[in-house]
């Protein structure tokens, strides 16, 4: 599959060549990352992992812009998880942009979504395992979208092609189950990883609130994990991608300075039928103390319908966050915050800086903690992944 | 109930403004005339280079690149793309402007591939690290100031109009500009920002002009400076174009998303 958009993203670009005036655009970054962990890992892993990353991007343009190209890579090679060394197609399709209308082919990220702290909608892109422990960086999905804006809305359609197995940390890496995740992933369809997914969202704005309600059906970005174990292989997890009908909502409303925002889902499966929502807000506080900083109260509330913390660890969970934005020519900004049981006396707690050093240098400092979580809980196979990563991007 | 005092005592303001005092009215003359010049312009598309420059004289340059729509009746519609500093290549910054109402305003992210929508009364913040203000770059439009005339000056030999500004927004991080327009063309050379507790923060000159389609007047070149803070931003303007064909379709959700 990689192999074959690299040719057809190839053959695109050659073909763009002879074609006239050709607008060419790139851009991208390079980086060195190092995240030191509190001590070794539950199995022993190490404590210090360090990595190197590129994203390059490129786009050409031509039609005076109504056809694109644009392919875009990612690049990870990391000292203490082979699996955590990888590359990905993040994006590789064609856009043609018509009267009111556009088509991409291809690969590309889709983001849905208006909360914080988690991410329910969104639904597109399979999650990329073995980066940030976030859950925010997607894998490139192959897809054929198109989408029209008018005075009703804006409607999107996606044809689903090919659907993409979550990758996770190897027996090196740390942020993972304690028994390693295998390679090979059973499927309820039988059609496994050809499974034709379709999905549909019709966004509006209509006056202070931007509204989307959208539908999926295919196969679940989430796995269910099946215990295989033998004299040979000993204890595994085996991924089972059961087939999946979501129907989601995301709501913002602005009203002065604070945000509202919902996100709601509703997940019909063979197995079950659940509803899980999140519920926030944030509120800015501009000029502080008479200064040109800004300061973001976020608030949201986690539920989810089935209450049971190993298939989502947010089920009664509150996250309390704040947002410093410096307002400065190097663009410096703090993020931290916690999200809270509120069953158990489990919590996580987050925070990311960053700052521009030049117009191409930004150092980024980010720290995670894992506390108190009891073992009934997800997230209790974190609790020894405590960290504090630097990175050092050039970008271009 | 609190409306409703608040729109009769603006009716009461605003009848009075105009009924009682002669330098409210000429002052309103002035603006309109400018704003009558000014408009028809249509559409236009420009790239612009922001050169911050701090007290110390380190200097920082943003580039980006603006779309603009004129819309009758109301503010008008932009479409910012950012292309340095490099870690903010892309993003890209669509706003509807209003003359009375708030502003709509969303952000494209492309790291995150995600569009937020974003609050439109930070106005009074920097735009950038920059010595402009979100306020200083919106559109200008008669209705969101009352005005007082002031007199007559001069700035290298022409004649001025002296007009103070007293913006109605309430978020506004003025409580007035004093504005010199040229008398002859009708076009702004100087502004002074006065901050909410009525210190002088700012002044604004407006440099290198010239004529667009036989008829409106662009400043090339922009400098800010900061009294309070020591510190000085200039605009640059380059390859402004006006009649590029843009419409409403070219403002939407869909082109921030692609915007490059």
Do not use: C
Not at chain 1, 109 to 118: D, K, L, M
Not at chain 1, 152 to 172: A, K, M, Q, V
Not at chain 1, 186 to 196: C, D, K, N, R
Not at chain 1, 294 to 311: A, P, Q, S, T, V
Request: net charge negative; no cysteine; aromatic share 14%.
């Amino acid at each position: 599959m990689k192999k074959m958009w690299v040719m057809l993203s190839a053959g695109v670009m050659v073909a763009s060549l002879f074609a006239s005036s050709v607008a060419i655009d790139y851009r991208g970054y390079v980086g060195a990352s190092w995240r030191q962990y509190d001590g070794q890992g539950a199995q022993g892993q190490d404590a210090s992992d360090f990595s190197l990353v590129a994203e390059p991007e490129l786009a050409f343009d031509w039609n005076e812009g109504s056809d694109r190209w644009v392919s875009s890579f990612f690049l990870r090679a990391d000292s203490m998880d082979d699996e955590r060394t990888h590359f990905d197609v993040r994006e590789s399709y064609w856009l043609h942009i018509g009267d009111g209308w556009e088509l991409r082919v291809g690969a590309d990220i889709v983001f849905w979504g208006v909360t914080e702290s988690q991410h329910l909608v969104d639904i597109i892109n399979q999650t990329d395992g073995v980066e940030g422990a976030d859950g925010e960086d997607k894998l490139g999905q192959p897809m054929v979208a198109w989408s029209t804006e008018q005075d009703w809305g804006l409607l999107s359609l996606y044809w689903l092609p090919y659907f993409r197995e979550r990758n996770f940390p190897g027996i090196d890496g740390r942020l993972r189950p304690f028994v390693p995740v295998a390679d090979d992933a059973v499927y309820e369809s039988s059609a496994e990883e050809w499974h034709q997914d379709f999905a549909a969202r019709w966004f509006k704005t209509i006056g202070d609130a931007d509204i989307a309600v959208s539908l999926f059906r295919g196969t679940d970005r989430f796995p269910d994990f099946v215990i295989d174990a033998g004299p040979q292989i000993g204890i595994r997890l085996v991924p089972y991608y059961r087939q999946m009908t979501q129907l989601g909502f995301e709501g913002q409303y602005m009203s002065g300075d604070t945000a509202w925002k919902m996100e709601a889902v509703w997940r019909d499966r063979a197995d079950e039928t659940y509803f899980a929502s999140v519920l926030g807000l944030e509120h800015t506080l501009y000029g502080i103390f008479g200064s040109d900083k800004d300061l973001g109260i976020l608030l949201e509330y986690h539920y989810d319908e089935r209450r049971d913390k190993r298939l989502n660890p947010f089920d009664n969970d509150t996250f309390i966050g704040a947002r410093l934005a410096f307002n400065d020519e190097d663009s410096s900004e703090i993020l931290g915050g916690f999200i809270i049981d509120n069953d158990n006396q489990g919590w996580m707690f987050f925070a990311e800086t960053s700052r521009r050093l030049t117009s191409h240098w930004k150092i980024s400092i980010e720290a995670r903690l894992f506390a108190d979580y009891p073992q009934s809980d997800i997230v209790a196979q974190y609790q020894q992944d405590d960290h504090i990563e630097v990175e050092l991007r050039y970008y271009y | 109930m609190n409306k409703w005092i608040l729109l009769l005592s603006g009716l009461l303001m605003v009848g009075g403004v105009h009924a009682a005092d002669p330098a409210a009215e000429k002052g309103l003359e002035i603006v309109k005339e400018m704003d009558r010049r000014n408009s028809g312009w249509k559409d236009s598309q420009a790239t612009l280079k922001m050169i911050l420059i701090n007290k110390n004289g380190d200097k920082t340059v943003r580039r980006l690149r603006v779309k603009s729509l004129e819309v009758q009746n109301d503010g008008d519609k932009s479409l910012t793309i950012f292309d340095e500093p490099y870690d903010v290549k892309g993003t890209a910054f669509l706003s509807y402007s209003h003359v009375l109402k708030p502003d709509e305003q969303w952000l494209y992210l492309p790291a995150l591939k995600r569009i937020k929508r974003i609050s439109s009364n930070n106005k009074s913040g920097p735009f950038m690290g920059s010595e402009f203000s979100y306020e200083d770059l919106a559109s200008f439009e008669v209705e969101k100031y009352d005005y007082k005339y002031l007199g007559e000056d001069e700035i290298d030999g022409r004649k001025m109009f002296v007009v103070e500004m007293y913006p109605k927004y309430k978020h506004s991080g003025y409580t007035r500009e004093v504005a010199w327009i040229d008398q002859q063309e009708y076009r702004m050379e100087k502004i002074d920002f006065y901050d909410r507790k009525n210190a002088l923060l700012k002044t604004l000159t407006f440099k290198n002009y010239k004529k667009y389609l036989g008829k409106f007047w662009r400043a090339l070149r922009m400098e800010m400076v900061n009294h309070q803070k020591g510190s000085k931003t200039i605009l640059e303007w380059e390859d402004y174009k006006f009649n590029v064909g843009l419409t409403d379709d070219d403002f939407s959700r869909s082109v921030l998303k692609r915007a490059r």
